[in-house]
């Protein structure tokens, strides 16, 4: 590895990259974790002591106990009707979000609603009007095509969180010319504990903060994570680093060059294959110290791609 060099800021500009990088996750060396869980890493000296460093300090922690006592969704808080999509247009007005309401929608029959997890375990949370929750789904505002709301009611989806697969309240939106409705998720997620470790001070090539929140598949093994990267590099990759309580992703950029390069920010999917499901495990950024996904409640998740 060479010496860890500082980059400059990513400075966004209005043309963002969207692509799909596959990461192959191998095991190269091993050990153990402060809670006696095996340790499946890359070798890379400085980033692996980072995110040893950053899973001993959640191990045990008050953090800790805060976040496995929250609702905190691995998933997509979008399901789509079934048959989704009819044609290109379809596709293009929900990727762009761009949605028309013909109707009215309801008001919240109530101020909060349940999320209730498989062996008993419940969790009352406020409760997202039907009107907020169509307005994370149309966000595009664009002349293109649109897909047609014309009702919803409130209803429920099953959804992996990091407390396991939990039925969580959703607004079930009937969308024109499909037969099932569009499911969005109608609670935010639980406010993330402080955490017990700092952000690293300064971003190398070596380590740098995810761009976005995770989503785990149907396996529960394969992680899509969001990282960023400028216009003079290989693009981004990510390391992981396994424990018996916590996963911990480490954010780097490939190939970086010394040549002039535009000022843009590229945001690429990287998915990484763990070794074992993630379970309760949590999910861990590595540079920030915060568990990923990190957004606040009430923000809006990124279309997908």
């Known amino acids: 590895m060479r010496p860890a060099r500082s980059v400059k800021p990513f400075v966004v500009k209005p043309f963002v990259v969207l692509g799909l990088v596959a990461v192959a996750a191998t095991a190269c ?3 153990t974790t402060p809670g006696g869980g095996k340790v499946r890493d890359s070798g890379r000296g400085a980033d692996q002591g980072r995110a040893r460093q950053v899973a001993a300090a959640w191990e045990g922690s008050e953090a800790a106990r805060v976040w496995r006592e929250g609702y905190h969704p691995l998933g997509d808080p979008v399901q ?74 409130l209803g429920d989806m099953t959804l992996l969180t990091s407390r396991g697969p939990a039925k969580v309240p959703a607004w079930h939106f009937t969308v024109e010319g499909y037969d099932t409705p569009l499911e969005r998720v109608a609670v935010a997620p639980s406010k993330l504990p402080a955490p017990p470790v700092k952000a690293v001070s300064r ?11 995770a989503t785990v598949a149907d396996d529960n093994r394969t992680v899509t994570l969001r990282a ?14 396994e424990t018996g309580g916590s996963v911990v992703f480490s954010a780097s950029i490939r190939g970086v060059s010394d040549g002039p390069c535009t000022a843009d920010l590229r945001i690429e999917k990287v998915t990484v294959k763990l070794d074992r499901p993630v379970g309760d495990r ?7 110290g915060r568990p990923v996904p990190y957004e606040q409640p009430g923000s809006a998740a990124p279309p997908r791609s």
């Open 29 to 31: 060396g091993g050990g």
């Open 80 to 153: 789509l009707p079934e048959g989704a999509f009819h044609d290109d247009a379809d596709k293009r007005a929900y990727l762009t979000q761009n949605f028309e309401l013909r109707g009215s929608l309801p008001d919240a029959p109530q101020k909060k609603a349940r999320i209730r997890w498989p062996g008993g375990d419940s969790l009352a949370l406020p409760l997202t009007s039907a009107r907020a929750a169509y307005e994370q789904l149309d966000r595009g505002g664009n002349a293109g095509p649109a897909l047609t709301v014309t009702g919803a009611r």
């Open 203 to 213: 971003q190398t090539d070596e380590l740098g903060p995810l761009a976005g929140p």
């Open 228 to 241: 960023g990267h400028g216009s003079c590099d290989d693009g981004p990759a990510v390391d992981v680093l």
């Open 282 to 288: 949590m999910l861990l950024d590595a540079f920030t």
